[in-house]
T-cell receptor, first 114, second 113 residues
Framework: NAGVTQTPKFQVLKTGQSMTLQCAQD?????MYWYRQDPGMGLRLIYY???????DKGEVPNGYNVSRLNKREFSLRLESAAPSQTSVYFC?????????????FGDGTRLSIL | GDSVTQMEGPVTLSEEAFLTINCTYT??????LFWYVQYPGEGLQLLLK?????DKGSNKGFEATYRKETTSFHLEKGSVQVSDSAVYFC????????????FGSGTRLQVQP
């Protein structure tokens, strides 16, 4: 019963390096999300994908790109990492755009940018 | 825009004490409200939810009632356990438009034996 799987769990990058965070869900959910979690700020939405083939910006999209590769996978890319992107990143999914259905979260990727 | 405000933490309680974590929100229309819990090193798990005014969500001894008149969704538990130590997040989602969660900043609960 995997749910939402994120890789890697930890990563250290140097400023200017690029990286892709992977997320996959096995619940046949239509909608997927990327959040970042910073101390004292809760989770903030970076990008989301309401359904396969669509992506939209969230609250803090600058410096990120996403790809909804297929229904299962939703990746987040940092093209040129900056120290301000040091954070814990969470991927989530939900069955569809229905506010009554909960989002299911992965265990997170802890990313440090030096 | 939408926002969720939670009480500052950490909240430190002794085992079997009564817990209240305050949550208020600002949003147009009638959002759905959630409490999520995050245990150390893990992702967020849905604890309970309420989708309309006066609904009460409950799970694992936790309860919260959707109060539209006070725009609040306070989390309560009658008797906390050490295993309840975690960070608790209040969140809302709209019934229309972008269906992504707006989170509060989280409240850390520490329960001492």
């Amino acid at each position: 019963n995997a749910g939402v799987t994120q890789t890697p769990k930890f990563q250290v990058l140097k400023t200017g390096q690029s990286m892709t965070l992977q997320c996959a869900q096995d619940m046949n959910h239509n909608s997927m999300y990327w959040y970042r979690q910073d101390p004292g700020m809760g989770l903030r939405l970076i990008y989301y994908s309401a359904s396969e083939g669509t992506t939209d910006k969230g609250e803090v999209p600058n410096g990120y790109n996403v790809s909804r590769l297929n229904k299962r996978e939703f990746s987040l890319r940092l093209e040129s990492a900056a120290p301000s992107q040091t954070s814990v990143y969470f991927c989530a999914s939900s069955i569809q755009e229905d506010s009554n259905q909960p989002q299911h979260f992965g265990d997170g990727t802890r990313l440090s940018i030096l | 825009g939408d926002s969720v405000t939670q009480m500052e933490g950490p909240v430190t309680l002794s085992e079997e004490a009564f817990l209240t974590i305050n949550c208020t929100y600002t949003a147009t229309g009638y959002p759905s409200l959630f409490w999520y819990v995050q245990y150390p090193g893990e992702g967020l798990q849905l604890l309970l939810k309420a989708t309309k005014a006066d609904d009460k969500g409950s799970n694992k001894g936790f309860e919260a009632t959707y109060r539209k008149e006070t725009t609040s969704f306070h989390l309560e538990k009658g008797s906390v356990q050490v295993s309840d130590s975690a960070v608790y997040f209040c969140a809302l989602i709209h019934n229309t438009g972008r269906r992504a969660l707006t989170f509060g900043s989280g409240t850390r609960l520490q329960v001492q034996p």
